[in-house]
């Protein structure tokens, strides 16, 4: 068994189970010691619990005695969801939505301060002594000592100044709201509306009020919403009224600026270039009309016509006229032939007369082929005159295509200006006629009526409260208490939570004697068939199967703290053994504090120093225990002490030699955690024998010390129980052989 192996690994499996199954078996023996460990810590602190059960429960009766009886009306208030349409306009202030959240929000408005405010204004609570001290009038014994007050000079606590008259009204006002409750009924639309008085007239008027003032609080809301976004609108309406004629002149500005006006909706640049299109088109015909003609003429005079084929010249009314001419010359000439011949002088005359006609027909022929040169010379240029006016009004138009591009912005900016003009004033329209018809979202369908009976205090619920919490409350301390105690009082604590064997316990002698004078190391000689004097030799035992296999005759005893029983343990143990017919030996290896010599009441003048620096031998140190047999190696006064005492090589030559001697060595230690010499010692000794104090050393302690010692690779043989009170041990569970202290404490010689 190593030093941390709980005794209960080796225990034999118990035949009560044998024939069941291990899960059940096992879950079922839980539970029983689960019970079990409840019901004794409810025995071993069942004085607290009762202490703390009854001084709640005596608190809950003074304090329902001595409550002032309160009454509570309650109103119920209904969010409607319907909605009453005088116009089809949108409100400003829309209706609350039928939802959940909405009617728990509307509980929370009911409880805000603002509304309680309203209330106590509205029924002078300020006045009323229920909600305000400062309003009772002193009568008594208080009237006589106020009015001494005043003539003495005391200051009037009526007369407040401004911050404490503010205090007072906040005062005021949570005094009011301490009554008030507000709860919804179920998921239903309604909500109660409670307040809790002394008065039961008082009750119902507040809660009444409570109710009418949050109605008319939803109006007032609503009014205001209205009126105020109606002056907003109004504000705003003349803003973008100027906005809109900003923007519309920005735009004629612009157009006036860069060319772009426009009539009948289309723009003028774009219609003179149109009109440009149609004309050059018009010209370029002409000139191609008057270039054909004269081509054509031209191409007829050179094939050898005379012109009078010409179509201009067919048309002329001058060469029409000269050929009239040329035929009656003609006709002339011919009978003149026929009558004179040709030299007849009024032959020659009409052939002079025709000739000269020809000449006018070709002069006039030749006239009509330049006009026709003229025409298309002059068409030309029309059509090249109107074709440089529409560059120009391309270059116009491109120039205004740029500058449409701002024009469009500002036109777009004046569009969207006069659209939200438009629906600000139609809005505003709408909002104006809405004032003067707002409706609440909710209604009173039950006025709160006068109560009876009084709500508080409830007697029966108050004890039965009082009794739940009492015993509540004593369980806690219970649970409380034993959290807080950190000691170890069992064999299980020993073997669970430090996972080290258990030894014993070696129990205080006041719990196990009935003679109290007498000293603990004398009476295990006086008494060595008591159960105190049984305790050491049950550590004995425990002791000698520390390390299986190996013997045990070096044991170091210690402790993590000082005052846990040591020296009284190691005297006693020695003696207790020696009683036995054992060779054993008690050495004091607690050089600070020579406890040993203390409790024998001896001081010897030579002990284990001077034996380890040779200035005495063993047997000249060894002191004789005439009573028990044992041998004691105590510690003499010095001045001074060595550094090092118990790692020296002298040391290890003692042990070794008392090993042979002695069949039981004892070394009383000095505690582990303040003293190093422990942690130097305890390696030289078979086993370590860890003491605690029952309930008093604290857990973590002895783990630290455990870590200490694990280190040196000392062996911890286990940990015993010191200064045990087995009346109140037996408490503790069976499992633990205090538990059975009752029964076998007869067996015993007190």
Same mark, same amino acid.
């Given at each position: 068994m190593n030093a941390h192996t709980p005794s209960s690994v080796l225990?034999?499996?118990?035949?009560? +189970?044998?024939?069941? =199954?291990p899960n059940q078996w096992t879950s079922s023996l839980a539970g029983q010691l689960d019970l079990r460990r409840l019901w004794n810590v409810f025995r071993r602190r069942l004085r607290l619990f009762g202490a703390v059960a009854a001084a709640l429960l005596l608190a809950t009766i003074l304090f329902t005695l001595q409550a002032t009886p309160k009454y509570t009306a309650t109103a119920n208030v209904m969010l409607d969801p319907r909605k009453e349409k005088v116009t089809d306009t949108e409100a400003v202030?829309?209706?609350?939505?039928?939802?959940?959240?909405?009617?728990?929000?509307?509980?929370?408005?009911?409880?805000?301060?603002?509304?309680?405010?309203?209330?106590?204004?509205?029924?002078?609570?300020?006045?009323?002594?229920?909600?305000?001290?400062?309003?009772?009038?002193?009568?008594g014994v208080k009237a006589v000592i106020a009015s001494v007050a005043g003539m003495f000079g005391a200051p009037?606590?009526?007369?407040?100044? =401004?911050?404490?008259?503010?205090?007072? +009204?906040e005062l005021v006002v949570d005094n009011v709201l301490a009554g008030l409750s507000i709860k919804r009924a179920g998921l239903t639309y309604i909500i109660n509306v409670g307040y809790e008085s002394e008065s039961p007239q008082k009750a119902a008027l507040i809660a009444n009020k409570f109710s009418e003032l949050y109605l008319l609080e939803q109006m007032e809301a609503k009014f205001d919403a209205t009126r105020q976004a109606t002056t907003w609108l109004n504000q705003r309406l003349d803003e973008l009224r100027g906005q809109v004629l900003a923007d519309e002149a920005a735009v004629q500005q612009y157009k006036i600026a860069n060319n772009l006006m426009s009539a009948s909706g289309t723009n003028l640049t774009?219609?003179?270039?149109?009109?440009?299109?149609?004309?050059?088109?018009?010209?370029?015909?002409?000139v191609a009309e008057d270039a054909a003609r004269l081509n054509t003429a031209r191409?007829?005079?050179?094939? $050898?016509?005379?012109?009078?084929?010409?179509?201009?010249?067919?048309?002329?009314?001058?060469?029409?006229?000269?050929?009239?001419?040329?035929t009656q010359v003609?006709?002339?000439?011919?009978?003149?032939?026929?009558?004179?011949?040709d030299r007849h002088p009024e032959m020659l005359k009409a052939k002079r007369q025709l000739t000269d006609i020809d000449a006018q027909i070709q002069a006039e022929i030749q006239r009509v082929i330049s006009n026709l040169q003229a025409k298309v010379q002059v068409s030309r240029q029309r059509a090249g005159a109107i074709s440089g006016s529409l560059g120009g009004a391309k270059g116009a138009l491109v120039a205004n295509n740029r500058a449409m591009v701002r024009l469009n912005e500002l036109q777009r900016t004046s569009e969207a200006s006069r659209t939200l003009y438009e629906s600000y004033l139609n809005r505003f329209k709408e909002t104006s006629t809405q004032q003067g018809i707002e409706q609440s979202d909710a209604r009173v369908v039950s006025k709160a009526k006068i109560p009876t009976k009084q709500s508080s205090p409830k007697v029966t619920l108050n004890l039965a409260l009082g009794l739940l919490l009492a015993l509540g409350a004593g369980a806690g301390a219970i649970a409380l208490a034993e959290m807080l105690d950190s000691g170890l009082a069992t064999a299980e604590d020993v073997e669970r939570r430090l996972e080290a064997t258990y030894l014993g316990s070696i129990p205080s002698l006041a719990s196990v004697a009935d003679d109290t004078n007498v000293a603990p190391i004398d009476y295990v000689v006086? #008494?060595?068939?008591?159960?105190?004097?049984?305790?050491?030799?049950n550590l004995r035992t425990s002791i000698l199967y520390a390390r299986l296999g190996e013997p045990v005759k070096i044991v170091a005893v210690t402790s993590s703290l000082p005052g846990e029983g040591k020296t009284t343990t190691s005297i006693c143990l020695g003696r207790a053994t020696a009683l036995q017919g054992q060779k054993v030996l008690v050495v004091d290896c607690d050089l600070r504090r020579r406890t040993v010599n203390r409790v024998l009441r001896h001081e010897p003048t030579v002990g284990l120093l001077e034996v380890l620096n040779g200035e005495a031998t063993l047997e000249q140190a060894i002191i004789p225990d005439s009573e028990s047999g044992a041998h004691i190696l105590p510690l003499a006064k010095s001045g001074v002490t060595p550094k090092e005492v118990f790692g020296t090589a002298a040391m290890d030559r003692l042990l070794n030699e008392l090993r042979s001697r002695y069949d039981l060595v004892v070394l009383d230690t000095a505690p582990v955690l303040p003293v190093a010499d422990t942690r130097v010692l305890a390696p030289k000794a078979d086993a370590v024998i860890f003491?605690?104090?029952?309930? #008093?050393?604290?857990? +973590?302690?002895?783990?630290?010390?455990?870590?200490?010692?694990? $280190?040196?690779?000392? +062996?911890?043989?286990?940990?015993?129980l010191t200064q045990v009170d087995m009346q109140q041990q037996s408490k503790y569970g069976y499992g633990d052989p205090g538990y059975y202290y009752a029964e076998y404490k007869k067996y015993y010689v007190s």
């Open positions: 225990e034999p499996e118990s035949p009560g +189970h044998q024939g069941f =199954p202030l829309s209706g609350l939505p039928p939802d959940s959240p909405t009617v728990d929000t509307e509980v929370e408005v009911l409880k805000s301060r603002q509304l309680a405010e309203r209330v106590v204004k509205s029924l002078n609570l300020e006045a009323d002594p229920e909600f305000n001290p400062l309003a009772s009038k002193p009568t009037d606590q009526t007369k407040l100044s =401004p911050i404490e008259q503010q205090k007072q +009204h774009e219609a003179e270039i149109s009109s440009y299109n149609v004309t050059l088109t018009q010209a370029q015909a002409q191409n007829q005079l050179a094939g $050898g016509s005379n012109g009078e084929d010409v179509g201009e010249a067919l048309d002329s009314p001058v060469i029409q006229k000269l050929r009239e001419q040329r003609s006709s002339t000439v011919a009978d003149l032939q026929g009558r004179y011949g006086a #008494k060595p068939l008591s159960s105190f004097s049984e305790a050491f030799r003491l605690t104090r029952w309930r #008093k050393t604290p857990q +973590h302690a002895v783990e630290s010390a455990f870590r200490l010692l694990a $280190g040196t690779g000392a +062996h911890i043989g286990g940990v015993a």
